[in-house]
């Protein structure tokens, strides 16, 4: 496979999924980088804006087995990773798997769980594997999740902590549609909804293969700089109170390379550091109170920052002292 | 398409806009060839008729106009060219009828001058020729290339021509590397036209074409035409550097040296037609309006050192004693074959004092023998211009060696010169000869009133012709300019007249002229001699002085008449030293009175040649040195003619020997010149400067990555300057979005650059640099619209 042909796959996927959810191309294309980059993506919107449905399109697009797991305040461990039940024909124990096991699969309201549970899915997120009665399963290939989070509703909720926050690779916000796509969706919508008729554009073969090729995507050493001291950078900040972890570079540095494939290219340009550096590190900060009291935003931090950092490649005139 | 030109619909791309201005520069090299020999004044309007000859040609070539018309057009654009050209030759504020009348006149009188052989006086008709021909020559040679595209029957006449302009030229060397350039310039364009020629078939026949083919083609063709130039054009000098290649060069250029011997024949009735009288030395010579004169090395003198330091030698070719106001002339004369046996003669002259002998080694052939004091023996069979006087004594003005001289051929003199002291001259008292009143005392009748009184003047006060004759000297070197070139002579004035009170400018002919005119006026018998000042001591012979005598040691001085001591040179002209004559015994009021002796107004002499004149009791007295004993040292000295000085040879190959060395270490990986130096200059803990910093960085930059640096530029130039937190792409939108013609380009450079810089394969230049040039051209197009917008904008709110 070359980067012609993930480009291709890319393509064709967000183009599937822009079939069902118009208008949020930023999204779906970072919903791809995620896929690609074997990442989970946590999509913070209000209800209603399609957070749901750009999980089923991707797994339809893929013809990827799907779950859903709506979180709710009741909900145990088990019902998550799945349990072990006493089958009394076979006189054994069989696992009866638990809406994990799927590969793509949708958390909604992941708040609303207790800690206990979101931790069973955090681990499984970052494990790949769901040990149930002292038995380790793998989960599917290609396996990934995408968490919703209603950042409106916060009685009763269990706010993820910072240290789980870090697993997800890609923060995204869909937002309302502009007009002429509200429109679009309601005509395409009228008789039957379009993810009915939604096929599926590859195989899960290819998923697979085009995300081992991504990891071959070369990246120079100015913009491994350019990667590192954007995350540095965040730890100095005086209105961050934690910055970005080293797992956060490493989470640019991967998801750059998936955007490169992404556009076709075998290198990663200043470009796609810079359009990824608010998915994939502004929820990774912690502000300060003052920032906090200022309502200043982690995507306004980052903004700052990447604003200010001279790009690799970008001098062109001698600064003072060569 | 090169088969019907003239049918062929004109569009740009068959307007080869570099051949043009190859063609242009190759003309213009032709003209100032010509310029460049000084034959007369305002030859530089021959360059403006070249120029405007070759664009003329050039546009008529391209023209869609038949043969005759073209023809027409050229006659008369060139008619007009040429009675412009020649009615600006006139100084001063004159209606251009007049000044065509003047033209014509001037023109009438050479013919009438040629018709009657007489000397020509006016260099119009020269002029006129020149500028026709040069206009002929232009026009021919630019409506070949733009007509039928062929480089050699368009420069081939104007080829010619330089090589005429060569042979009857006096400044060999430098003609010579005119004409190299020209023949430069000559493979230059016919590279260039069988490119175009075959472009416009390949794109024709849609063949696949480098983008960078004539970029490349045309360098390789410059060096190409630069190598064979510069080796053919130092080929004699290199072979004569290396023994064994100096035989075989003799053997192969002895057959271009006959053909060259043989062209010179040919031309050489040429030489007096049209030019205007330059016989140097002969029965009459005019003062001119000044040449330059070259560093060609005339002729080798070995001479005893004089036994008085403030004695100087000068090489005395001719003396003339008739002035007719315009015209030097050597009287009546009878000529005379003297052989080395029949001297000594009996001159009515009889110089006085020391003898001496001297060798003369010619650089070049020659007839005319220079020959200082009175000459008592010559080694050589001799024709002598002579004049005999009643009482049987005789006087000479010239002798000719009798056969001419070859080069390199020496010949000896035995000669009487003066080593008077100035006590000596000023007892010399003022009883003259017959024959000296009657010759030299000669004025021309045109001499004014007010040159009569300032000879009268000048004498006043003075008690002896020797005072008259230093004061008149001091007189012209304080008051008169030196000026090596003079306008053109007035008609109805009286040179000397003008020459002494209105130009107050010269050169030597004026400055001795006008001495011996006022010596003459004021009743002291001189006469004019023409020759060669002293020259460059060298090293000497054993115990002698050596002086090389050049081409512009060419000079001319008055010499005065001292009852029973003879001829005695005085120096008037500024650009000469003055003569320190030693004082000899003189009483202590006579030396109140020396008006010669002003140490604050004479030059001093310098401490270089106090060394060169050892104390007289120290001299040995050199015996006379004979040309067969002593073998003639002087091939060492470069030739005239076609030898060049090897410092052209050197500096073409250490240049080719650097560039190969620099293209070979890039070659091989080393970084380049600035970067190398840079990092030199931080080892040693030197400050490095910022030129430097900048230019390293530039020359360190890979080639696309330096091409992409045209869209910062651009951005910069466009008023909207790059961040540098602005990624690559980002400015190329931005640039796009302000120059939307230009996004394309600018992604063409984005691509190469982004490979250069971000990926781990190398960007391919032969795409972005001739993106990087049309993008350039795109942008400095925009920038002019823009500067034009605003000018525009700013006018128009002021009119509000």
């Known amino acids: ?322 | 398409m090169a088969d019907s030109p003239s049918k062929s619909h004109l569009t740009w791309s068959s307007v080869d806009i570099w051949g043009a201005l190859i063609l242009l520069l190759a003309q213009l090299t032709a003209a100032d060839q010509l310029y460049a020999t000084g034959w007369t004044n305002h030859l530089e309007m021959v360059i403006t008729l070249a120029f405007w000859g070759t664009l003329a040609g050039l546009l008529l070539g391209y023209s869609a106009f038949g043969a005759g018309i073209v023809f027409v057009f050229a006659l008369l654009f060139g008619l007009f060219g040429i009675h412009w050209q020649l009615g600006l030759t006139l100084l001063g504020d004159h209606a251009w009828l007049d000044r065509m009348y003047s033209v014509y006149d001037d023109l009438a009188t050479v013919v009438n001058e040629l018709i009657a052989q007489e000397p020509v006086t006016k260099s119009m008709l020269f002029l006129a020729l020149m500028a026709a021909l040069f206009w002929a020559l232009s026009v021919h040679a630019g409506y070949v290339l733009a007509r039928s595209r062929q480089p050699w029957t368009a420069t081939l006449p104007t080829f010619l021509t330089m090589l005429v302009i060569l042979i009857n030229g006096r400044y060999v060397n430098l003609s010579s590397w005119f004409l190299a350039f020209y023949i430069f310039f000559m493979l230059l364009l016919a590279a260039r036209s069988f490119y175009h020629s075959h472009y416009q078939r390949w794109k024709s026949t849609v063949t696949y074409l480098p983008e960078l083919l004539g970029y490349d083609l045309t360098r390789a063709a410059l060096v190409v035409a630069l190598v064979l130039v510069v080796v053919s054009w130092n080929a004699p000098a290199l072979a004569e550097s290396l023994p064994p290649a100096a035989r075989i060069w003799e053997k192969a250029s002895q057959p271009l040296e006959s053909v060259r011997a043989q062209l010179e024949n040919f031309f050489s009735p040429l030489q007096n037609t049209v030019l205007v009288v330059y016989g140097y030395y002969d029965e009459s010579l005019s003062l001119g309006t000044g040449q330059p004169l070259s560093m060609d090395p005339k002729m080798t003198i070995n001479v005893p050192p004089p036994p008085t330091s403030g004695m100087r030698y000068y090489w005395r070719a001719r003396s003339y004693d008739t002035f007719n106001g315009l015209n030097w002339s050597s009287g009546s004369s009878d000529s005379t074959f003297v052989s080395p046996q029949a001297w000594p003669l009996e001159f009515s002259n009889n110089q006085q004092g020391w003898e001496a002998v001297i060798q003369v080694t010619s650089h070049e052939k020659a007839s005319t023998l220079y020959i200082p004091g009175q000459p008592q023996w010559v080694s050589q069979g001799v024709r002598m211009e002579l004049i005999t006087y009643p009482d049987d004594s005789v006087d000479y003005y010239a002798m000719h060696a009798e056969p001419q001289l070859d080069e390199e051929e020496s010949y000896v003199v035995r000669t009487e010169l003066n080593d008077v002291t100035i006590a000596e001259l000023r007892a010399a008292g003022d009883q003259y000869p017959a024959w000296v009143r009657e010759r030299y005392l000669q004025l021309p009748t045109s001499m004014t009133a007010r040159t009569q009184a300032l000879a009268e003047e000048i004498a006043r006060g003075a008690e002896t012709p020797y005072d008259i004759a230093a004061n008149l000297t001091q007189y012209l070197r304080d008051n008169i300019q030196y000026n090596e070139r003079m306008p053109e002579l007035p008609v109805d004035q009286d040179i000397v007249d003008w020459f002494l009170f209105d130009w107050q400018q010269g050169f030597c002919n004026y400055y001795a002229t006008a001495e011996v005119i006022l010596l003459r006026a004021a009743g002291v018998p001189a006469r004019w001699a023409v020759g060669y000042a002293q020259g460059e001591r060298v090293t000497g012979q054993g115990a002698g002085l050596t002086y090389l005598v050049r081409e512009r040691d060419g000079h001319s001085w008055p010499e005065v008449y001292f009852p029973n001591i003879g001829w005695v040179e005085f120096e008037p002209t500024v650009s000469q030293e003055a003569i320190e004559r030693p004082l000899g015994i003189v009483e202590p009021d006579e030396f109140d009175l020396e008006p010669n002796i002003n140490p604050d107004r004479d030059l001093p002499i310098m401490d270089d040649e106090l060394e060169l004149f050892p104390p007289t009791s120290d001299i040995p007295v050199p015996t006379p040195v004979l040309p067969q004993t002593e073998p003639s040292n002087t091939g060492s000295l470069p030739g005239s003619g076609w030898q060049i000085p090897w410092l052209w040879v050197f500096l073409p190959a250490i240049g080719l020997l650097l560039l190969g060395l620099w293209r070979q270490a890039r070659r091989s990986g080393l970084p380049p010149a600035p970067v190398l130096v840079e990092s030199g200059l931080r080892r040693l803990s030197l400050p490095v400067p910022r030129l430097l910093q900048r230019w390293s960085y530039w020359a360190a930059l890979p080639r696309p990555e330096r091409d992409f640096q045209v869209v910062n530029r651009a951005l910069r130039s466009l008023g909207h300057p790059a961040e540098p937190t602005e990624t690559p792409a980002e400015r190329v939108g931005r640039l796009s979005a302000i120059l939307p013609e230009a996004g394309h380009l600018a992604q063409v450079l984005l691509g190469e650059y982004q490979t250069s810089v971000y990926s781990d394969q190398e960007a391919d230049w032969v795409v972005s640099s001739p993106a990087a040039r049309r993008l350039r051209r795109m942008v400095r197009q925009a920038w002019w619209q823009h500067w034009l917008r605003r000018l525009h904008l700013q006018s128009s709110n002021r009119k509000d």
């Not at chain 1, 980067?3 to 949020?24: D, F, L, P, R, T």
């Not at chain 1, 980088?33 to 209603?48: A, K, N, S």
């Not at chain 1, 038995?135 to 968490?147: D, E, G, I, K, S």
């Not at chain 1, 970005?244 to 556009?263: D, I, K």
């Open chain 1, 1 to 322: 496979m070359t980067m012609e042909q993930v480009q291709s796959i890319a393509e064709q996927i967000i183009a599937n999924i822009e079939k069902v959810i118009i208008g949020k191309r930023e999204a779906v294309e970072l919903t791809v980088v995620g896929l690609l980059t074997q990442g989970h993506l946590l999509i913070e919107d209000v209800p209603g804006v399609g957070k749901t449905m750009l999980a089923r399109t991707l797994a339809r697009s893929l013809g990827c087995s799907f779950n859903r797991l709506q979180f709710t305040p009741d909900m145990l461990p088990s019902d998550v990773t799945g349990v072990s039940i006493f089958n009394q024909i076979s006189r054994e124990f069989e696992f009866r798997p638990g809406p994990i096991m799927a590969q793509i699969v949708l958390a909604d309201e992941i708040n609303r769980a207790t800690p206990k549970t979101q931790s069973a899915l955090l681990e499984a997120m970052q494990e790949r594997t769901i040990t149930v009665d002292g038995q380790t399963h793998n989960l599917p290939q290609p396996f990934m999740v995408l968490a919703t989070q209603n950042p409106i509703e916060y009685e009763g909720t269990f706010p993820l902590p910072e240290a789980q926050l870090d697993r997800f690779l890609l923060r995204v916000r869909l937002g309302y549609l502009r007009r002429e796509d509200e429109i679009a969706v309601l005509t395409s919508q009228q008789s039957t909804h379009p993810l009915e008729t939604l096929a599926s554009v590859i195989s899960q073969a290819q998923v697979v293969q085009a995300q081992a090729l991504v990891s071959q995507v070369y990246v120079a050493e100015g913009i491994k700089r350019y990667i590192v001291d954007l995350a540095r950078q965040t730890r100095d900040h005086p209105d961050v109170y934690l910055g970005v972890s080293t797992r956060g570079s490493l989470a640019l540095f991967h998801a750059s390379q998936a955007r490169a494939a992404v556009h076709g290219r075998s290198f990663v340009i200043p470009d796609d550091v810079k359009a990824l550096a608010r998915a994939v590190l502004a929820h990774r900060l912690i502000l300060g109170p003052a920032a906090r009291l200022q309502d200043i935003s982690q995507e306004k931090v980052i903004d700052e920052l990447v604003a200010g950092l001279p790009v690799p490649g970008g001098e062109w005139q001698l600064e003072a002292g060569g």
